[in-house]
């Protein structure tokens, strides 16, 4: 059995044997260098490059309080002691109530975590997502946000969507405005096009994209190239194919054959397949299960060669 293979098969172990010193061994003897590991973002932020989604910490349908406080908070603790200092959250995420959990679970936070936050959508009701990107809003959001998480200044600030009603210059002008008052350090966009990162960069500097991506959607591949050539971090968001039908998180998915060939869960694969995708790369799966979240975070050490990368993206084309 070679090295890779018998990591592989601790890793699909789950959290008990995760923490065995088998594995701590080989997880440092395979660990990526701090330079594959690390991104820095904006420049002068340095991250680990699996980071955390929080969305997954509120109640159901992303609405109001997680069912199990408690163990939101323990699954906010244990991804930082795993080594994650990213995590993702937006103000429209319970709505607020994702925020507040960050700050009453993790305040006074530890240096060098970077809470990267969103604004730009609203919820009039469980289920529904309206934009509403107007300068004036905006404005009120990210002083709104600074107060749930307890900050004097964000360090990612992202604009959730973009508004079809208002030019996304005009909602880029009030991030600047609130980064120019030092309320925001560094600006993101999500859920956008090329097109529109050119826009909003004649308007302040942009550090970083959040679109839909994983192993079986590349819609945004262009986005991701784009990221690349500036040196933008790239978050995709459903790194894992969120909940949904073809998830890889449920069974029948297209990764379950390669997964169990090399000893790991389809959902680990993912997770490895994107961060040797590309340096720019920072995925941010979002779990509400402590367990999940061990494995989610093993993922990283996960190492296949170039050849069986490319056997598992032709499977997926065949
Ligand atoms: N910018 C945007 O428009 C946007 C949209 C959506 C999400 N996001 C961000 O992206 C983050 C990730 O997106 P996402 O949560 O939609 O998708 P995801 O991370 O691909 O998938 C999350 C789903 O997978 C399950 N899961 C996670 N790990 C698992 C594992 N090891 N085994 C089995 N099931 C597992 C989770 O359920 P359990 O809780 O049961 O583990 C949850 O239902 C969010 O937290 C949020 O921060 C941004």
């Known amino acids: 059995m070679t090295r890779r293979k018998f990591l592989g098969t601790t890793i699909a172990g789950g959290a008990t044997v995760l923490a065995g010193t088998a594995f701590q061994k080989l997880a440092s003897a395979m660990a990526t260098s701090d330079s594959e590991s690390t991104f820095q973002l904006g420049g002068d932020l340095s991250v680990n490059r699996l980071g955390f989604g929080a969305m997954r910490l509120t109640g159901p349908g992303i609405w109001g309080w997680p069912p199990d406080r408690e163990n939101a908070k323990k699954v ?17 995420y319970g709505p607020e109530t994702d925020e507040l959990l960050i700050a009453e679970a ?26 509403d990107c107007r300068p004036d809003r905006l404005s009120q959001c990210v002083d709104q946000s600074l107060k749930r998480l307890k ?6 600030y992202q604009l959730h969507t973009v508004d079809k009603k208002v030019p996304i210059e005009e909602s ?32 302040v ?55 169990k060939r090399h000893n790991v869960s389809a959902v680990q694969l993912g997770l490895a397949w994107l961060l ?14 402590l367990q999940h979240l061990e494995e989610n975070m093993a993922a990283a050490k996960l190492q296949l060669t170039p050849e069986e990368w490319k056997k598992i993206d032709g499977s997926l084309k065949g």
Request: proline share 7%; aromatic share 4%; charged share 25%.
């Open 106 to 131: 993790l305040y006074p936070y530890p240096k060098g975590l970077v809470i990267a936050t969103k604004g730009g959508l609203t919820r009039p009701g469980q289920g529904s997502w309206v934009p």
């Open 172 to 203: 880029l002008g009030a991030l600047k405005k609130a980064q120019d008052a030092g309320k925001i350090r560094h600006v993101g966009l999500s859920n956008v096009t090329t097109h529109e990162i050119e826009r909003a960069k004649k308007v």
């Open 276 to 289: 040797q995708k590309s340096p720019v790369m920072l995925p941010i799966p979002g779990t509400s299960s």
């Open 151 to 156: 900050l004097e200044r964000i360090d990612v």
């Open 76 to 92: 906010l603790h244990r991804a930082l002691d795993l080594g994650v200092n990213l995590i993702d959250t937006a103000d429209a």
């Open 205 to 259: 500097p942009i550090v970083s994209i959040q679109n839909r991506y994983n192993i079986t959607d590349r819609e945004s591949e262009d986005v991701l190239s784009y990221c690349e050539k500036e040196k933008m971090g790239f978050l995709p968001w459903a790194p894992v194919g969120g909940s949904g039908r073809g998830s890889l998180t449920k069974s029948g998915n297209p990764l379950e054959e390669e997964a």
